[in-house]
């Protein structure tokens, strides 16, 4: 099931409509639609999150990874999980925190090559 599928599919059990999530997740109705009909298909990390909240659910399940939960839940730690979460609230993308991790190992490699 795509994002948008299940994005619906929650808002419509929990009662909502298309005007009144959008409303409580603070993102616009347009917006929302075209992501429940499959025509928006890479919404960032942190409208994901903020769709997430009022639906009462997580990323990993909007995004598919509910299978993978339990393995992210035993390799995080409280303290990393507020960490993602600040980071994602805050506005990281995947990309940037990909660049990040990348620098991170060329740090490492200058150090290296200084030994």
């Known amino acids: ?15 909502y409509s298309l005007t009144e999530l ?8 347009s917006y929302l ?3 429940e009909r499959g025509m928006q298909t890479n919404p960032s990390l942190q409208l ?7 639906l009462e659910t997580s990323i990993e399940y909007l995004l598919g990874y ?7 839940e035993f390799k995080l730690d409280k303290e990393w999980k507020s ?5 994602i609230e ?9 660049e990040y991790l990348n ?3 060329f740090q490492e490699w200058m150090r290296e090559q200084n030994k």
Do not use: C, W
């Open 1 to 15: 099931m795509m994002i948008g599928e299940k994005i619906k599919q929650l808002r419509e059990e929990k009662g």
């Open 22 to 29: 959008a409303r409580l997740a603070d993102v616009s109705k």
């Open 33 to 35: 639609s075209l992501l």
């Open 48 to 54: 994901i999150q903020k769709i997430a909240l009022p």
């Open 66 to 72: 509910q299978h993978e939960l339990e393995y992210i």
């Open 83 to 87: 960490l993602i979460q600040q980071a």
């Open 90 to 98: 805050n506005g990281l993308e995947k990309q940037d925190f990909k």
């Open 103 to 105: 620098f991170l190992k």
